[in-house]
């Protein structure tokens, strides 16, 4: 049998097997035991550990944690001595070990079963309601306000993301930011910092962060990387260092600056006496040594250095790619203009939930059955009905098993566009059907390729339509578009040629 399967069948079987790894991991996720990190109080003896977001806990104290009910019964009968007891937490990543009297200060959750992303209407997630800081603003302000802040937290990579004006009976203003899967501390760190960045020397500040003096940021890998990892008292620190272009007059206040400074003659160079300093909030960051050759030079182009720390070299690494991130996207999108207070911070309950999801796989599974039971009644073809509800299941796995592979948030208007991916489909299918039984006078092969001909028209006019949609509605329309699209095209380049094929071997 494995043999008469052609080269299109075997490659829809492939993709789908690929899929359903990216979909569920290797092993598969939903068979995995413990509770994972959500996040980890700032401060305390787990993040001193190095305790990270993500890591999942298999047990504490030798007892073996399968689920948030087992990981609270334990916490549950701690700490009766009320002293400080010893608590031993393994990760599948390492051990940790800690004295308290209290429950760890981090956050947990039940592991996903999927590895799929799920947008704010489905997973839920966080709402802040903003206001700036003793003033009240106008109405153009607070657009300046939420452009500046979107900005920044999409160059922080959150994908389901929304930014909006909102304003109460009186008239005061405030800015709405919800975020898919961040809890309440997640929101309140991303928002609660204004993120000014200021280099000075001597204390007199010489260029900001934002577009007025920074005129480009160095991301790739020629002009950002981390540059070294090596032991300290506490761990490891990793040093990373990035380019930096200043606008003109930037560059001008620097060698204004530089000009009546001395050098300094070490053993490791001829530097100047003062140093290049990088605040944060007006706090240190970091102090770079001044090269003799930029004494009183007119120069866009900098270097901007900094480091991360953590108790393995792996955390430090990512601890320094966070950092620089961090400094990047401040320096590109500049300090927020006015300080922020936060009104109200709260959890977002899923609109939908589990239960929605739950819903739709079965209402799509019997809309299936039944098209394949009128496929059957219609044309008496068994194999064809059963290959056409295959074909179909195939689709929806593919495109949940790329939408994992690309971490697409899958929101309501997602699953809409995979609905009508099913429904175009059938249609498609349907025609190869007909065709198939059509003009006994030409061969199968025509008979096919004439179908073709009238799928692959609808494809490119559906694409066509679609594309507008990626930019509709302030990009509302957005997971509709990009998973419609993404749908037709595993449809027309996979699904239906291999469909055609079982077709053939149906008609032999």
Same mark, same amino acid.
């Given at each position: 049998?494995?043999?008469?399967?052609?080269?299109?069948?075997?490659?829809?079987?492939?993709?789908?097997?690929?899929?359903?790894?990216?979909?569920?991991?290797?092993?598969?996720?939903?068979?995995?035991?413990?509770?994972?990190?959500?996040?980890?109080?700032?401060?305390?003896?787990?993040?001193?550990?190095?305790?990270?977001?993500?890591?999942?806990?298999?047990?504490?104290?030798?007892?073996?944690?399968?689920?948030?009910?087992?990981?609270?019964?334990?916490?549950?009968?701690?700490?009766?001595?009320?002293?400080?007891?010893?608590?031993?937490?393994?990760?599948?990543?390492?051990?940790?070990?800690?004295?308290?009297?209290?429950?760890?200060?981090?956050?947990?959750?039940?592991?996903?079963?999927?590895?799929?992303?799920?947008?704010?209407?489905?997973?839920?997630?966080?709402?802040?309601?903003?206001?700036?800081?003793?003033?009240?603003?106008?109405?153009?302000?607070?657009?300046?306000?939420?452009?500046?802040?979107?900005?920044?937290?999409?160059?922080?990579?959150?994908?389901?993301?929304?930014?909006?004006?909102?304003?109460?009976?009186?008239?005061?203003?405030?800015?709405?930011?919800?975020?898919?899967?961040?809890?309440?501390?997640?929101?309140?760190?991303?928002?609660?910092?204004?993120?000014?960045?200021?280099?000075?020397?001597?204390?007199?500040?010489?260029?900001?962060?934002?577009?007025?003096?920074?005129?480009?940021?160095?991301?790739?890998?020629?002009?950002?990387?981390?540059?070294?990892?090596?032991?300290?008292?506490?761990?490891?620190?990793?040093?990373?260092?990035?380019?930096?272009?200043?606008?003109?007059?930037?560059?001008?206040?620097?060698?204004?600056?530089? !000009?009546?400074?001395?050098?300094?003659?070490?053993?490791?160079?001829?530097?100047?006496?003062?140093?290049?300093?990088?605040?944060?909030?007006?706090?240190?960051?970091?102090?770079?040594?001044?090269?003799?050759?930029?004494?009183?030079?007119?120069?866009?182009?900098?270097?901007?250095?900094?480091?991360?720390?953590?108790?393995?070299?792996?955390?430090?690494?990512?601890? !320094?790619?966070?950092?620089?991130?961090?400094?990047?996207?401040?320096?590109?999108?500049?300090?927020?203009?006015?300080?922020?207070?936060?009104?109200?911070?709260?959890?977002?309950?899923?609109?939908?939930?589990?239960?929605?999801?739950?819903?739709?796989?079965?209402?799509?599974?019997?809309?299936?059955?039944?098209?394949?039971?009128?496929?059957?009644?219609?044309?008496?073809?068994?194999?064809?009905?059963?290959?056409?509800?295959?074909?179909?299941?195939?689709?929806?796995?593919?495109?949940?098993?790329? !939408?994992?592979?690309?971490?697409?948030?899958?929101?309501?208007?997602?699953?809409?566009?995979?609905?009508?991916?099913?429904?175009?489909?059938?249609?498609?299918?349907?025609?190869?059907?007909?065709?198939?039984?059509?003009?006994?006078?030409?061969?199968?092969?025509?008979?096919?390729?004439?179908?073709?001909?009238?799928?692959?028209?609808?494809?490119?006019?559906?694409?066509?339509?679609?594309?507008?949609?990626?930019?509709?509605?302030?990009?509302?329309?957005?997971?509709?578009?990009?998973?419609?699209?993404?749908?037709?095209?595993?449809?027309?380049?996979?699904?239906?040629?291999?469909?055609?094929?079982?077709?053939?071997?149906?008609?032999?």
């Amino acid at each position: 049998m494995a043999k008469k399967l052609t080269f299109k069948i075997w490659l829809l079987v492939i993709l789908v097997v690929l899929s359903l790894i990216s979909i569920f991991g290797i092993p598969p996720s939903f068979s995995e035991k413990g509770v994972l990190v959500t996040s980890v109080e700032q401060g305390s003896q787990a993040a001193s550990q190095g305790m990270i977001a993500g890591e999942i806990i298999k047990s504490i104290n030798g007892n073996t944690i399968k689920d948030i009910d087992s990981y609270l019964n334990f916490f549950d009968n701690a700490f009766s001595s009320g002293e400080d007891e010893k608590i031993i937490i393994k990760t599948k990543a390492r051990e940790y070990i800690l004295y308290t009297d209290t429950i760890p200060e981090i956050s947990v959750a039940e592991i996903p079963s999927t590895r799929l992303k799920l947008g704010l209407d489905l997973a839920g997630g966080a709402r802040a309601l903003i206001k700036a800081e003793n003033k009240t603003l106008t109405q153009s302000e607070l657009g300046d306000l939420i452009d500046i802040t979107s900005n920044r937290l999409n160059e922080f990579g959150l994908t389901d993301l929304k930014v909006v004006p909102v304003s109460d009976l009186s008239g005061n203003r405030f800015m709405l930011i919800e975020i898919a899967g961040a809890t309440p501390k997640d929101l309140k760190k991303l928002v609660s910092e204004q993120g000014k960045f200021e280099a000075k020397i001597a204390n007199v500040t010489v260029f900001e962060g934002g577009n007025r003096d920074i005129a480009s940021v160095g991301r790739d890998a020629q002009n950002a990387r981390i540059e070294s990892c090596n032991p300290s008292k506490d761990g490891y620190v990793c040093r990373f260092s990035f380019t930096v272009t200043l606008s003109g007059d930037a560059a001008k206040r620097h060698a204004d600056m530089t !000009a009546g400074l001395a050098v300094n003659k070490t053993a490791q160079g001829n530097y100047l006496n003062e140093t290049l300093d990088l605040f944060l909030d007006d706090k240190p960051v970091d102090s770079l040594l001044i090269g003799e050759g930029l004494k009183g030079r007119v120069t866009t182009q900098i270097s901007i250095s900094g480091s991360g720390s953590g108790a393995t070299k792996e955390d430090a690494y990512e601890d !320094a790619q966070a950092s620089m991130k961090q400094l990047q996207t401040i320096l590109i999108t500049g300090s927020l203009p006015y300080k922020l207070e936060i009104v109200k911070l709260d959890t977002i309950s899923p609109t939908l939930g589990q239960s929605f999801i739950k819903f739709i796989l079965l209402a799509g599974l019997a809309a299936l059955l039944a098209v394949a039971l009128v496929i059957f009644v219609r044309y008496r073809r068994f194999k064809a009905s059963m290959a056409m509800l295959l074909t179909s299941v195939s689709e929806v796995i593919i495109i949940l098993g790329i !939408a994992s592979l690309i971490s697409w948030n899958l929101d309501l208007p997602s699953i809409a566009g995979i609905l009508a991916t099913i429904g175009t489909g059938i249609d498609d299918l349907i025609v190869l059907i007909d065709e198939s039984k059509g003009n006994l006078f030409i061969s199968l092969k025509q008979r096919l390729k004439r179908a073709f001909a009238i799928i692959m028209g609808a494809y490119f006019t559906s694409l066509v339509s679609l594309l507008p949609l990626l930019w509709a509605g302030a990009g509302l329309l957005k997971g509709f578009a990009i998973t419609t699209i993404i749908g037709i095209s595993v449809g027309v380049l996979i699904t239906r040629p291999a469909f055609a094929d079982m077709i053939k071997k149906g008609s032999n």
